[in-house]
């Protein structure tokens, strides 16, 4: 079976931790250790999320006077390439003859999609009232509320197509595992010559992974975060964690765009296009939740 796999920012950085390299290598052995249970026995697409390293990365960029800022699209390829070669080399200490591949994507994006001018994607870390108000000033950027905190707020457009997808489906039939679109991938546009320029966003990760997973013809897609699953009533005694559930059945409840919305949105267009499963839950249950023990489970049939 063909598996996408989507790690939640928790799989490499969690809340309040320091974003240094020792501490997301430590987290990166623990998830490719559960990903390569999985890999022992099926095909992988690997895809991750970004957002406490590429808002780390610009704020680096921003302090350095002497050139301008780089933008967001290269540093978003910065971070593909830097957490695919954690992850690659922590795979392969589980994984020892097998190939394990990184591909910096290119993911197409709408020039006139209406998430480019409305920045609504927290990045970074968080801030403290006075750091927000500096970042407004001396770097120019939007900042506002993520829950209840405060971060950085960049654009973000819907993916529309996965640049290399016949490249990744080459080499996964090839048997190799790919890590492809960390991040959401690599906002870009069609140029008149036919060509692609970057643009200044972060594309939303799982949004991303079930456009992936579409695109790769996967048969399930797994949507792993800090959660065991979807719930409904959330904060209240009725509160309940969903298992097994139908489209529709989903679609009948509200989720905040913030967390779990943009999640069950990428199930549902993966199972309304094809897929078999789609699937969200904790990352430690990964391997259970392929097999229909844990997890929220999305299927058609």
Do not use: C
Request: charged share 25%; glycine share 12%; proline share 6%.
């Amino acid at each position: 079976m063909r598996v996408v796999l989507a790690l939640g920012g928790n799989a490499i950085l969690r809340r309040g931790e320091s974003p240094s390299a020792e501490i997301q290598r430590e987290n990166l052995a623990k998830a490719a250790e559960l990903v390569a249970q999985i890999a022992r026995q099926h095909e992988v697409v690997l895809t991750h999320g970004n957002g406490p390293q590429i808002g780390l990365l610009a704020l680096q960029s921003a302090s350095y006077r002497e050139v301008p800022a780089y933008p967001l699209d290269i540093l978003g390829a910065q971070t593909e390439g830097m957490l695919g070669y954690m992850l690659e080399q922590e795979l392969l200490r589980y994984l020892h003859f097998q190939d394990v591949a990184t591909l910096v994507t290119q993911v197409i994006v709408s020039a006139t999609d209406p998430g480019l001018s409305d920045p609504t994607k927290p990045i970074g870390a968080v801030l403290t009232p006075e750091e927000a108000e500096r970042a407004q000033e001396v770097h120019g950027w939007t900042v506002g509320p993520d829950g209840s905190h405060i971060r950085r707020l960049v654009p973000s457009p819907r993916p529309m197509r996965i640049v290399p997808a016949r490249t990744i489906r080459r080499l996964v039939e090839a048997g190799t595992i790919v890590i492809s679109g960390g991040g959401g991938g690599i906002p870009v546009v069609r140029t008149a010559d036919g060509g692609f320029r970057g643009l200044e966003a972060v594309i939303d990760k799982d949004m991303t992974a079930g456009l992936l997973a579409r695109e790769v013809r996967a048969h399930a897609l797994l949507l792993l975060t800090d959660v065991d699953g979807v719930q409904i009533g959330f904060g209240t005694p009725d509160a309940r964690t969903l298992g097994e559930v139908r489209p529709e059945e989903l679609e009948a409840h509200e989720f905040p765009e913030g967390s779990m919305g943009p999640k069950v949105k990428a199930a549902l267009e993966f199972v309304r296009g094809g897929g078999r499963m789609a699937a969200i839950g904790a990352l430690e249950e990964a391997p259970a939740i392929l097999e229909g023990r844990a997890g929220t489970r999305i299927v058609t049939e």
